[in-house]
């Protein structure tokens, strides 16, 4: 199982970020799908979260309202689109899947069976 997170790199505060993880061996369908991101010295934090079913979906209250998390489950995709980037947003991006056997806990970190290998978004004031 691999799931490979894209879309990091510098972008200045105001601007609009599209970040895409594919996932590879398993039945994308049937996982939860998750944003995190992480900074130097800090724990990681949820950010976004998509129900396999691709409706429900949960916002951290520091990206709610400018963030769109969807998934492409033909693709096997997930992606996270954030608006009026801010400084604050830089860190390490990690996408992960869960299995459906598992509750709807999108903030439970634990519970989570697959990471990424995180994409590095910068952004400058």
């Known amino acids: 199982v691999q799931l490979q997170a894209s879309g990091g790199g510098l972008v200045q505060a105001g601007d609009s970020l599209s970040l895409s993880c594919a996932g590879s061996?398993?039945?994308?369908?049937?996982?939860?799908v998750a944003w995190f991101r992480q900074t130097p010295g800090k724990e990681r934090e949820f950010v976004a979260a998509?129900?396999?079913?691709?409706?429900?979906?949960n916002y951290a209250n520091s990206v709610k309202g400018r963030s769109t998390i969807s998934r492409n489950n033909v693709r096997n995709t997930v992606t996270l689109q954030m608006g009026n980037m801010r400084p604050e947003d830089t860190a390490v991006y990690y996408c992960?899947?869960?299995?459906?056997?598992?509750?709807?806990?999108?903030?439970?970190?634990?519970?989570?069976?697959?990471w990424g290998q995180g994409t590095l978004v910068t952004v400058s004031s």
């Open positions: 061996g398993l039945t994308f369908s049937t996982f939860h």
């Open positions: 998509s129900h396999l079913n691709g409706f429900v979906k």
């Open positions: 992960a899947a869960k299995a459906n056997t598992k509750a709807w806990e999108p903030l439970q970190i634990g519970d989570y069976d697959y």
